[in-house]
């Protein structure tokens, strides 16, 4: 049985950091393919990174190009996404999925889905 588990959110000021972690059971990373989505209240989910932990290219959305970075411990089969410099426009609840998506980003693409960890940006 799969399992993804999200850690790590929090309230954080504007300018902050957080690392959030997603801890996976049930399958191996080296072959799937982890991305990070967030939905804030009223809007659609957003596909924020996603990782190919395979080969470990990363893939970012616009938006958060440049604060946050995305990596994978295979041997801890866990995926962190760094994220810096935050915004209040950054609050929501943010997901981790793992997959063989096409597209990284798109979250229609992925099997499993954790629970999700929230994450306000707020002074």
């Known amino acids: 049985q799969v399992q993804l588990v999200e850690s790590g959110g929090g309230l954080v000021q504007p300018g902050g950091s957080l690392r959030l972690s997603c801890t996976a059971s049930g399958l191996t990373l080296g072959s799937y393919a982890i991305g990070w989505f967030r939905q804030a209240p009223g809007k659609d989910r957003e596909g924020v990174s996603g990782i190919k932990t395979g080969d470990g290219s990363t893939f970012y959305a616009n938006s958060v190009k440049g604060r946050f970075t995305i990596s994978s411990d295979n041997a801890e089969n866990t995926v962190y996404l760094q994220m810096n410099s935050l915004k209040p426009e950054d609050t929501a609840v943010y997901y981790c999925?793992?997959?063989?998506?096409?597209?990284?980003?798109?979250?229609?693409?992925?099997?499993?889905w954790g629970q999700g960890t929230q994450v306000t940006v707020s002074s």
């Open positions: 999925a793992a997959g063989f998506p096409d597209l990284v980003l798109f979250a229609a693409e992925y099997d499993y």
